[in-house]
């Protein structure tokens, strides 16, 4: 979660000289939110090149694979029937691209469609900050043998071929999560009089990546904990990105830093969500 702390801190340090575009709910730095959207995205690119030139198995590494080695809990993508059914892959695409896009159902809500603009810049940061946490902290840097490598039927084509070592962890759930948590937050956030009902948005939100995550293990791509990384951290950039800019306009009441003194003497940090 480095991205999302440094992005803070710049955030904060940058954005108290910057101009301010003020909405109801969010503080929308266009000086700072736009280079950093763009520079994220530039991070992705290069990050995805570098995915690219990643190492391939050989035949000798996928002969000394054995499901046995596999911890228990991830054990069981095994036990599935295979080959997986023909349409897997093309449904769990769709249904990350349907969730990635599905943010735009937000400006059916009047207050949210006002603030359009500043929206559309929040959302496009905190999904480029969630693609660099997956790349970065996932693939780029780590190998993980995806589940369908070791199915003794599967065609060596496939085996020796490219992204079969980018299981951990779940993009596909990450950016799922990510729109969806996003949807949740952003409602709840405009709409305060929800209350405790808010929770039901969160609930729903578990929905889009539930949906995409199933057909990725149907399709033997990932194990069950890459997929649970994916949905937390997914789920974790989609409020986080949201909520940063809803506390550094409001740094002041929601923030406190107090000495106090007693057995101890020191500072006391309080921060309100």
């Known amino acids: 979660m480095i991205f999302l702390i440094l992005y803070s801190s710049i955030f904060k340090a940058i954005g108290q000289d910057s101009t301010k575009t003020f909405n109801e709910v969010y503080n929308i730095k266009y000086k700072v939110d736009i280079p950093i959207t763009v520079g994220m995205f530039a991070l992705n690119i290069y990050g995805f090149n570098r995915l690219s030139q990643k190492s391939t198995l050989d035949s000798l590494e996928v002969l000394a694979l054995d499901q046995n080695n596999v911890w228990a809990f991830d054990r069981h993508v095994f036990s599935q029937s295979h080959p997986a059914p023909p349409n897997t892959y093309t449904i769990s695409d769709y249904g990350l691209w349907i969730s990635y896009l599905s943010p735009a159902l937000l400006f059916i809500d009047k207050k949210i469609r006002k603030d359009w603009l500043d929206i559309t810049i929040l959302y496009l940061e905190t999904q ?32 020796l071929g490219p992204e079969t070592t980018d299981s951990f962890f779940s993009g596909h759930v990450a950016m799922a999560a990510g729109a969806s948590f996003f949807i949740a937050k952003v409602l ?8 405790a009902k808010k929770w039901w948005l969160y609930g729903g939100a578990l929905i889009p990546p539930a949906f995409v995550g199933y057909f990725r293990y149907r399709g033997f791509m990932h194990f069950p904990t890459d997929l649970l990384l994916g949905l937390v951290v997914g789920a974790a950039v989609g409020v986080s990105g949201p909520q940063i800019h809803k506390i550094s306009r409001k740094v002041n009441k929601n923030m406190s830093l107090v000495p106090f003194t007693g057995r101890t003497t020191g500072l006391l940090f309080t921060m309100k969500l």
């Open 128 to 159: 480029s900050i969630n693609l660099n946490i997956y790349l970065w902290a996932g693939p780029v840097f780590t190998t993980r043998v995806r589940p369908l490598v070791y199915m003794e039927d599967e065609s060596w084509d496939y085996k």
């Open 188 to 195: 709840s956030d405009y709409h305060p009089e929800l209350g």
